[in-house]
């Protein structure tokens, strides 16, 4: 189930809150901490078909209450009174607080600093402070973050537990509560209501994660990362399962220690990791088994997880070749062959199509901010290295960018827009399917553009024909990129 807040400062326009919520959410929550006047609950709370939380919370819990302890208390039992489904109480107001009615107790735990460790005893305390339902609430701006909560959801008790993270990461923690029996799962109403910065809105869980469908026999692959790219290849993928009829689902991670990462996949069977640029290098010692192609370019995108451990896979640098390629008429064997080819940037990405150029005997030339990582990377592929400052002197035919941190100006450490000629043909891998400011200033001075959405969609299904061993239906791609 999906619980929205509702956080009204006026009475008056109160209950169009909880009227808009109840249309999207399965429990509605009303925090009684941001009114300014003091509210009648039971008016407030009449008349709804959802089942309303009541809760107050202090600042130290993030809430918004200016009134005294005694004041907020006061509140609690007069909320309590007007026969709520729930109400919220935090551990330490709990005790002096009575079990009242039918409104079932809702114990909380809140630390706004880092992740709580020692979950036995505040679960304990909570229960015997009379709880129905025990919630935690911490920071989690990683997976690491957000490890103990879904250990603690999962974990069977004799009571429910609910959390909520306070961070990007809170969205991974919601989907695999969803598939691990949380009573329910936190969202926004909509964008500008969050009730903490990057908090997912009820259409994101529905339309991007399609959260009520994830059960408890719902696998998952993981995405690396939270950007645009990223939500468009769930989407995509989310709707190609669908369609061919598998209980798959994609789960958004923010990565944090490596080396815990996969203790922590194994825990929950996630089968495969979709990688984006500044993580392909960085997960490279997940990989057990690597193609010996794959492994010289020192950077992978996708890894699947087999009997026999982690297989990593670098799907991007061919699907760019295969788009740079086949953007060359004539039936050349090697159609880069006597092209030189600029690969413009640092990172996983350049190195990969740096090697990949290589292999098909282009005259690759590497140049990038970074001239010693671009040197490093001209002597592992016996190439040329463009120093930075010599950008705009060097004679190509083909630019390849390669880096999405690169920068499109006029300033100093930017690529300045100049660079490009009519003649030139311009190849974008640097986050398909987006389309960085240089390929866009690209396509306006005339130059041959090779679209990175067509890398994108041989990647991707590529990937996704790894994963399941079917190609990936075209009506996936139109749903998916429709959604931007």
């Not at 999405?404 to 043909?425: I, Y």
């Amino acid at each position: 189930m999906i619980c929205i807040t509702v956080a009204p400062t006026s009475r008056t326009l109160a209950k169009v809150d909880i009227l808009n919520a109840c249309r999207y959410a399965d429990v509605v929550e009303l925090a009684l901490d941001h009114l300014i006047k003091e509210p009648d609950v039971k008016d407030l709370i009449e008349g709804f078909d959802k089942p309303i939380i009541v809760s107050c919370r202090r600042k130290q819990d993030g809430g918004k209450f200016e009134g005294s302890e005694q004041e907020r208390m006061t509140l609690l039992r007069q909320a309590i009174a007007a026969g709520p489904a729930y109400i919220e109480l935090d551990l330490d107001t709990a005790p002096k607080i009575p079990r009242f009615g039918k409104t079932q107790r809702v114990i909380s735990f809140t630390r706004m600093d880092h992740p709580e460790t020692d979950i036995d005893s505040i679960f304990d305390e909570a229960a015997n402070a009379n709880a129905d339902i025990v919630k935690f609430t911490w920071p989690t701006p990683t997976l690491d973050d957000a490890w103990p909560l879904l250990v603690a959801v999962s974990t069977k008790r004799r009571l429910p537990i609910v959390g909520m993270g306070l961070g990007r990461a809170d969205l991974t923690f919601s989907l695999l509560g969803q598939k691990y029996g949380s009573p329910w799962i936190y969202a926004a109403l909509e964008q500008g209501l969050e009730a903490f910065p990057g908090q997912a809105t009820v259409f994101e869980l529905d339309e991007t994660y399609a959260c009520r469908e994830i059960d408890k026999s719902t696998v998952f692959i993981a995405i690396a990362g939270f950007g645009e790219a990223q939500s468009i290849t769930t989407r995509v993928l989310n709707a190609a399962f669908k369609q061919i009829g598998v209980n798959v689902r994609c789960l958004p991670i923010e990565l944090g220690d490596v080396k815990m990462l996969k203790k922590m996949l194994d825990a929950l069977k996630i089968k495969a990791i979709l990688v984006s640029e500044g993580n392909g290098q960085r997960l490279l010692p997940l990989a057990e088994h690597i193609d010996k192609h794959d492994a010289q370019s020192e950077y992978i995108d996708l890894l699947l997880r087999r009997d026999d451990g982690w297989h990593g896979y670098n799907t991007l640098w061919r699907s760019g070749l295969r788009a740079l390629e086949s953007s060359f008429s004539g039936d050349a064997k090697r159609p880069l062959e006597r092209h030189n080819v600029l690969i413009l940037g640092n990172g996983g990405m350049a190195q990969s199509m740096v090697y990949g150029v290589s292999q098909r005997k282009g005259m690759v030339s590497i140049c990038g901010p970074k001239d010693k990582e671009s040197q490093k990377i001209a002597e592992a592929n016996q190439c040329r290295m463009v120093p930075y400052a010599s950008l705009y002197d060097t004679l190509t035919d083909v630019i390849v960018i390669a880096d999405r941190n690169l920068e499109c100006g006029q300033h100093a450490g930017n690529v300045n827009p100049s660079l490009f000629r009519s003649s030139h043909a311009v190849l974008d891998v640097s986050d398909p399917p987006r389309e960085h400011p240089l390929f866009v200033e690209a396509r306006e001075r005339g130059c041959r553009i090779i679209d990175p959405q067509s890398v994108y969609v041989d990647q991707l299904n590529a990937q996704f024909k790894a994963i399941t061993g079917k190609d990936l239906p075209m009506e996936a791609f139109a749903k998916g990129l429709a959604a931007e």
